[in-house]
């Protein structure tokens, strides 16, 4: 019994001691923390950032205020703790479900009144939609709002430029380059699981983004036609970018995997592929292996790209990646 309480006490001084050794500023006053946050931030800035057009924006302090025009920067905006900061957003915008919360400032074409209303520090804008975004840009700029174009990344390496380009401006680079890290190692996991797939056993496959009547397919150099790469499969398209396609052209491919992106938007997309006239002939649909996955966790250039990609692999080759 006196061994047990001995024991007791022992735990219990050990358990203060390593409270005592916790968090130094638990003790501090609110306004000194709030201090030594500011301080932080201060020393981070001014900082320059070079975008996409190639021009350098200079900010002098934290945006207190940001507006983003496309659903990829918002995900990567929320990933690195900036939800507060978020102001606006596009019509697009559905993740996470807080931004359903948030000002919309339009679809592709967005109100550039609306915008300005909005009083942003920063504007998060992208390469993507410089064709019909460009001169709402100009005026933005001219009437004193900073506006940073992200990359339009085609490849996992230029996603995680955008992300550390957004970081950066933000005052969150060391958060940007941490999820660069932990994306990067979830890429590089996966990838040396593929490594055990045998040459024979390599899968042909036909990424299907847009249903019938028009085809559209991932083509060859883009993020998807990398995914296929990594998981050690093979893109059924030779054509670049995002082709449309007729169905004749899928149906001589005849993939051993046909994987769709759109049941997110879309009702009943396996069923979409397998009822269409001609198509029972193709290996994929002969042997049930028609999956759908996550829309926009493999199509949008943000952080959940990797879970895409994850879900690609198991699509694919479920055997594998179990």
């Not at 201060?42 to 496309?70: C, M």
Request: contains cysteine; charged residues 30%.
């Amino acid at each position: 019994m006196k061994k047990l309480n001995a024991l007791l006490i022992a735990l219990l001084v050990a358990v203060f001691a390593l409270a005592g050794c916790g968090d130094s500023t638990a003790g501090e006053p609110k306004d000194n923390k709030e201090k030594q946050t500011a301080q932080e931030e201060k020393s981070v800035f001014p900082v320059t950032v070079t975008d996409a057009r190639g021009q350098e924006i200079s900010l002098d302090s934290k945006p207190e205020k940001i507006v983003s025009v496309i659903p990829s920067n918002t995900e990567i905006a929320y990933e690195l703790g900036l939800e507060k900061e978020i102001v606006g957003v596009s019509d697009f915008d559905n993740y996470p479900e807080e931004v359903a919360e948030k000002e919309k400032i339009g679809g592709l074409e967005f109100n550039i009144e609306k915008v300005i209303s909005l009083k942003p520090d920063l504007v998060l804008g992208n390469a993507s939609g410089m064709n019909s975004a460009k001169d709402g840009f100009k005026q933005l700029e001219d009437a004193g709002i900073k506006v940073l174009v992200v990359n339009d990344a085609k490849n996992f390496e230029e996603v995680y430029e955008s992300i550390e380009m957004i970081g950066t401006a933000t005052g969150e680079k060391e958060k940007a380059e941490k999820l660069v890290a932990d994306m990067k190692e979830k890429v590089a996991e996966i990838e040396s699981k593929a490594k055990g797939i045998k040459e024979e056993d390599k899968k042909s496959v036909f990424v299907e983004v847009a249903p019938a009547p028009e085809i559209y397919a991932a083509g060859k150099n883009n993020f998807i036609d990398e995914m296929l790469q990594i998981i050690h499969a093979e893109n059924s398209v030779t054509q670049d970018g995002w082709p449309k396609l007729d169905s004749e052209a899928v149906v001589k491919s005849n993939p051993d995997v046909i994987v769709t992106t759109h049941g997110y938007y879309t009702n009943d997309p396996v069923k979409n592929v397998t009822s269409r006239e001609g198509w029972q002939g193709i290996k994929a649909v002969k042997e049930n292996r028609v999956i759908d996955v996550h829309s926009d966790k493999v199509t949008r250039t943000g952080p959940r790209l990797v879970e895409g990609l994850e879900e690609m692999a198991k699509a694919v080759y479920p055997d594998v990646f179990k």
